[in-house]
């Protein structure tokens, strides 16, 4: 068997990469060890960048069927909340800024949407890998019998989990740290159906973070009307007699919940890592996703954190395959992730700590300057909206290598609502399409010519103030001022964005050697 791609794992990073992968025309194979989709809702947010992601391959309006936009996170000490933040609104990008999800339903609608050149190959696993110039040879197994087959790609990629096998084979280290006081997980449904309200889309969400030095934890109604404990175990418990009825209903007394009240669906006991992948790259085969990264879940950032991966990796790899692009562009896969991968294990970590104080005289300090915080001008806002959390910014790789001050180069594209030539009201993303674009401000110089010969996509915004009936074919009237402020921040009249958003360069940064691949 041949194909373009395998992508080891079915989970929401690699359907996400196989849909990426897929949409842009390449043949992709799917190992999967399960057979169907895992009923355990374990990731539970998801953030703007990974929506913005799911756009690119038209699943945007699909998610936001089922995701939840109305979430506000509590934190709480001796049952008083003494931090709040509103998740909901728009974020960064024009999207809601952080959803929450329930796991089986998103992961359906992710394999609903794979195009036709992608084949799934549930109840198998990869047991070996084989490289040489022209690609790569995987062997697998199937579950069933231990037959093997082997294929054979141009590339792999493994989305295969913390315990990843491709990661294993390849004899990549994951060095980092283990935290060493385990954690519990208990769901369960409400005795009382009408209880069960999570389900609803439209409904309330509400997240808390028990701050407490004695026991440390949180709770929740997820969205697929489950409702959700999260218990840290001391180093004295023993985590197997945790996880029994009695363990579970003994946790639950003490948060004063009637275990008679509710039916227990499922529980785990699991640990908090903080680890990074050597290297993501090992010649054509990749890391994405928890295979390259782990780290603790305080600010929910893991699996919006893999989905950055996808995102980044998919179009190169795209490129590359279809000689496009020098291979040396899939090392900027590592240069321009790994930075945003530590700064935002840095911002869970800060948040654990935030939750995790271990002595009372302490917390009591933290509740007061919270309630201070919040009260400032300015961070007392970034806080109450959770525009804290880190922005998504490029590491060093494919961008402008001469650059202007002030240079807005490795910098995400913010999206507006825009107005068209036909008076329609769209998002900027599903104007630009899946390759290069250039964008002009109003009146500004256009696109360069050097750049028209390889198929980049002009288009020319104008602001509030001009009349849409005015515009050509090639003009959009932005509704709002996001994307006016992005060009004046940077001094330019000109954008050159990369397929994933990313800004390339401006018309002050040297384009000349943009996209000459000869």
Known sequence: MQCDVIVVGLGPVGATVANLLGTAGLRTLVVERQHGIDPRPRAIAIDEDALR?????????????????????????????????????????????????????????????????????????????????????????????????????????????????????????????????????????????????????????????????????????????????????????????ANTPAGIARLLVARGVDPATIEIVQSWVYVFHVRQAERFREGRVFLCGDAAHLMPPFAGQGLSSGIRDAGNLCWKLAAVLAGEAPDSLLDSYETERRPNIETVTRFSQHVGALVMVRHEPLANLRDAACRIAVRLPGLGHRIRHFHIKPEWVSGPGWFAAKRARRSPAGRLLCQPWVLTASGHRRRLDDLLGSGWSYLTWDDGDGMPAHLRRFGVRALRVFPRRHSWQELGADGVVECEDRLHAQFRAHRATGLLVRPDRFIYGSNRDDLAKALDLA
Do not use: Y
């Open 53 to 241: 992601v799911w756009q690119r391959v038209g699943l945007l309006e699909p998610m936001l069927k089922h995701l939840h936009t109305r979430v506000s996170l509590h934190l709480r000490h001796r049952d008083r909340i003494f931090l709040s933040c509103a998740l909901e609104g728009r974020g960064r990008q024009g999207l809601p800024g952080t959803s929450f999800f329930h796991q089986p339903r998103l992961e359906q609608t992710l394999r609903e949407a794979l195009p036709g050149c992608v084949q799934v190959l549930s109840g198998h696993s990869l047991s070996a890998i084989a490289q040489d110039a022209a690609g790569v040879t995987a062997t697998l197994l199937r579950e069933a019998d231990g037959a093997a087959i082997e294929i054979r790609a141009r590339a792999l990629v493994g989305c295969d989990g913390g315990s990843s096998t491709t990661r294993k084979l390849l004899g990549i280290a994951l060095p980092g740290q283990t935290l060493p006081e385990p954690w519990i997980d208990i769901q369960a449904h409400a005795a009382d159906p009408e209880h069960n309200s999570g389900g609803d889309p439209a409904a309330q969400l509400d997240f808390s973070f028990i701050a407490d030095p004695a026991r440390p934890g949180a709770e929740c109604l997820t969205p697929g009307g489950l409702r959700r404990w999260e218990f840290r175990l001391r180093r004295d418990e023993d985590p197997r007699q």
